[in-house]
């Protein structure tokens, strides 16, 4: 693991830092393929959006893509990048003159979720909900812990993902990815406007259905609604589109966008 | 500032620290009085509780006790606890053999929120809510952006605390503290069932006002319910009960309880 912290060699952060302290801050988990980071300007552009929600000063894009690359030894690995407000005393209030932490860690690339199950993905429901909050609703911040709890609830390693719900029950992401409908000629996504992440390969599958002139919208889904489905996949930075073949062992609709998909995005 | 890091002096944490990454862990704030831990009794069992709640294994109880006595070496000084998961490779997934990280650190005595307006502190409504999640409710986790944000809300210091509803529009505490209200013969506090941290300084006031024979509930509690009340105070594990004479410009009722109460604490 190659790690640079505010731009130098480093394994450790101080331990004031108030990523570590109260989970002030955000990531991003960027694809390296072929010696490029997938997707970056949406990351990148992602990232300055939730440092100006949290008011925490955005690293320059620039200086961030050189560590990215610095870091990035292998031609395809996995770069995260953290960013936090800082350093400071005790206390919540966030300082006004803190200097955030940069953070950038290159990772080998890793065994991904559905790769054992090839004929597509096993999935389950968690049932740890996911909290609302329309300040915190779409940003990768660093408070994490649902999604740890949630994929604590599984050991078959067969099982790819895990759908998680509000607390009202209706279906929101995976613990680490985001989720596509095609309900008729519609390609479907939960809303994450009051809680879950919206993801940067989320992103890219709403542009790319709608520039193939297909309907694409952000809607509240029922859990019950993925069985009715005639394709169901689930999204990240690292998988692209995962086709979801069985859910709480019950066996769903199988179609073509997800594959069409990644075959496009094999070529970004 | 003195910190010990799993029994070492130290001032830095491993970057793959999961209370980093994913706020995977959760923390004390001790008050040392007089050189004795102000119920510490209460923190080691709350923190004993998280950490079952979370499925980490919780740090030995001697073991913590004496490195607060090692770090605070001042008579009267705030000592933080926090355990995290530990370190593990990236991925949500709480690894089973992790070993989990204890950090101790000791801070000067503050300046207490309150003590700039001695006749009585005053408040205000914040604007940031808390999300709930009934796995979560209660635990002093790391995750406390939404407390960030929320204290982020004003600068004036004659501000002592801002006070937090739900999302459903129902109060639940301060950003760093607990509250109570005294309507009629009844002391009131919200419940911290959905959302919210069961504070220490809550648990003995609670105890305390059944020892005298007083009725004390967890009630749900309506933001207008406060103007209504006959005595209204805050309590933290530093600050004791801190009686509120102001709340969003307007003048409370005032009451005799969280002086009591404070009489009774200065003697444990």
């Known amino acids: 693991m190659n790690v640079l912290v505010n731009g130098e060699p480093a394994t450790t952060i101080d331990v ?4 570590l302290q109260y989970g002030d801050g955000l990531f991003e988990t960027i694809a390296m393929r072929k010696g ?14 939730g440092c100006n929600r949290l008011g925490i000063a955005s690293p320059d894009a620039a200086v961030l893509g050189r560590e990215i690359a610095k870091t990035a030894t292998a031609p395809d690995c996995v770069v995260k990048v953290i960013v936090t407000r800082g350093s400071s005393g005790r206390g919540y209030r966030p300082p006004t003159n803190a200097a955030p932490t940069r953070i950038v860690a290159a990772f080998p690339w890793p065994v991904l979720a559905g790769e054992r199950t090839p004929d597509g993905a096993r999935l389950r429901f968690c049932d740890t909900r996911l909290s609302s909050n329309t300040r915190l609703a779409g940003l990768k911040h660093l408070g994490r812990l649902e999604q740890v709890l949630a994929r604590g609830e599984w050991d078959d390693e067969d099982i790819a993902e895990g759908l998680m719900l509000d607390e009202a029950g ?28 919206a993801g940067v390969m989320r992103r890219a599958v709403l542009e790319w259905a709608s520039r193939r002139g ?11 609604d993925l069985f009715a489905a005639a394709e169901v996949f689930v999204t990240n930075a690292l998988i692209g589109a995962l086709p979801v ?21 094999a070529q970004v």
């Open 16 to 19: 004031m830092d108030r990523g």
């Open 36 to 49: 490029r980071p997938r997707l970056l300007a949406y990351h990148l552009e992602r990232l300055a959006e």
């Open 170 to 197: 209706m279906l929101v992401c995976g613990t680490q990815s985001n989720l596509f409908v095609l309900a008729g000629e519609e390609l479907l996504t939960p809303r994450v406007d009051r809680c879950g992440v």
């Open 214 to 224: 297909m309907a694409a919208r952000e809607v509240a889904m029922r859990p019950q």
């Open 245 to 265: 073949r069985e859910l709480d062992g019950r066996v769903l609709g199988r179609g073509t966008i997800a594959v069409e998909f990644n075959r496009w995005l």
